[in-house]
């Protein structure tokens, strides 16, 4: 069966940096893209960036250019996504979601979320 | 950027259909995905390339794309029925080039 299981909660202060992990199982890793997601308090939801099934070659969108990195490993079929200079309005819950080979290919499985908390 | 746009609720009594649109410029040319998210859970796909069914999902749950326009529609709602919907397409041409709608709650009366 599918999993991907995303690490705990974080509270961050502004400025800081956040590091998320979406641990996967069930199917062949380095065969698939991951996205990542947000979505804001109450708000819909935000796409951040995908990378590859090689894990050399991320695409972030423009918002996010300079402060975000998305890296796997592919020895435990682990993603992560860093996020740097938090702000307030970077609160929000953050998922990682699965892709097949071809662009337009729907988010078929995601993980459970992260809640980052960014906070004085 | 390319723009989804979603009515903000759609309310329905049980037994009864639900029709959720989402436009876009052409979006017939674009193949939809939609999502349903309950509260506190992750999106969950519900239909995929305008009109597909994942496994598991009733077949309630349908879609169409025609136009500038497409719809998910629920046949017989439930209760469990309940919950915010997204459509989502791609487009190679914006940016961001992953692009969510703007998300449609169903409540069931």
């Known amino acids: 069966q599918v999993h991907l299981v995303q690490s705990g909660a974080e509270v961050k202060k502004p400025g800081a940096s956040v590091k998320v992990s979406c641990k996967t199982s069930?199917?062949?890793?380095?065969?698939?893209?991951m996205h990542w997601v947000r979505q804001a308090p109450g708000q819909g939801l935000e796409w951040m960036g995908i990378?590859?099934?090689?894990?050399?070659?991320?695409v972030y969108t423009q918002k996010f250019q300079g402060r975000i990195t998305m890296t796997k490993n592919m020895s435990t079929s682990t993603v992560f996504l860093e996020l740097t200079s938090l702000r307030s309005d970077d609160t929000a819950i953050y998922y990682c979601?699965?892709?097949?080979?071809?662009?337009?290919?729907?988010?078929?499985?995601w993980g459970q979320g992260t809640m980052v908390t960014v906070s004085s | 950027s390319y723009v989804l746009t979603q009515p903000p609720s759609v309310s329905v009594a049980p037994g009864q259909a639900a029709r959720v649109t989402c436009e876009g410029d052409?979006?017939?040319?674009?193949?939809v995905h939609w999502y349903q998210q309950k509260p506190g859970q992750a999106p969950v796909m519900v239909v995929y390339d305008d009109s597909e069914r994942p496994s598991g999902i009733p077949e309630r749950y349908s879609g169409s794309n025609s136009g500038d326009t497409a719809t998910l529609t629920i046949s017989r709602v439930e209760a469990g029925d309940e919950a915010d919907y997204y459509c989502?397409?791609?487009?190679?041409?914006?940016?961001?080039?992953?692009?969510f709608g703007t998300g449609t709650k169903v409540s069931v009366l």
């Open positions: 069930g199917f062949v890793f380095s065969n698939y893209y």
């Open positions: 990378i590859n099934p090689s894990g050399n070659s991320p």
């Open positions: 052409r979006i017939e040319g674009k193949s």
């Open positions: 979601a699965r892709r097949d080979r071809a662009a337009a290919d729907p988010f078929d499985i």
């Open positions: 989502q397409v791609w487009d190679s041409t914006s940016d961001p080039s992953y692009v």
